[in-house]
């Protein structure tokens, strides 16, 4: 099992920039892959972004391609997201997810992620 716990969330004005990082506890991080998800009020959960488990693959969202960019650290235990030109669109909790698998791939798919955050709010202001 893993587990993870978030953080960098915050207030930050249109155009600005956040980085959040999720760390995880247990053994065998590089057996994960890894995703972002994020959750307005009133609104379903959503992919954000995905890294493979060796960091060799990225996925993203239309919306955040070009202005997020996801990364991580295997020695660390580390995943981050880098959020640059934020809007205020991208205001929500953030949350960090993890799946164990064989495969070398990214999904996008929630349900194929067994292990979660707590969340840590972004909220971006106009």
């Known amino acids: 099992q893993v587990q993870l716990e978030e953080s960098g969330g915050g207030l930050v004005q249109a155009g600005g920039s956040l980085r959040l990082s999720c760390a995880a506890s247990?053994?065998?991080?590089?057996?994960?892959?890894m995703g972002w998800f994020r959750q307005a009020p009133g609104e379903e959960r959503e992919f954000v972004a995905a890294?493979?488990?060796?960091?060799?693959?990225?996925y993203y969202r239309d919306s955040v391609k070009g202005r997020f960019t996801i990364s991580r650290d295997n020695a660390k235990n580390t995943v981050a997201l880098q959020m640059n030109s934020l809007k205020p669109e991208d205001t929500a909790v953030y949350y960090c997810?993890?799946?164990?698998?064989?495969?070398?791939?990214?999904?996008?798919?929630?349900?194929?992620?067994?292990?979660w955050g707590q969340g840590t709010q972004v909220t971006v202001s106009s």
């Open positions: 997810a993890a799946d164990q698998t064989l495969l070398l791939g990214v999904t996008d798919k929630f349900y194929n992620y067994h292990y």
């Open positions: 890294i493979s488990r060796t960091g060799d693959t990225v």
């Open positions: 247990g053994r065998s991080f590089s057996a994960y892959r």
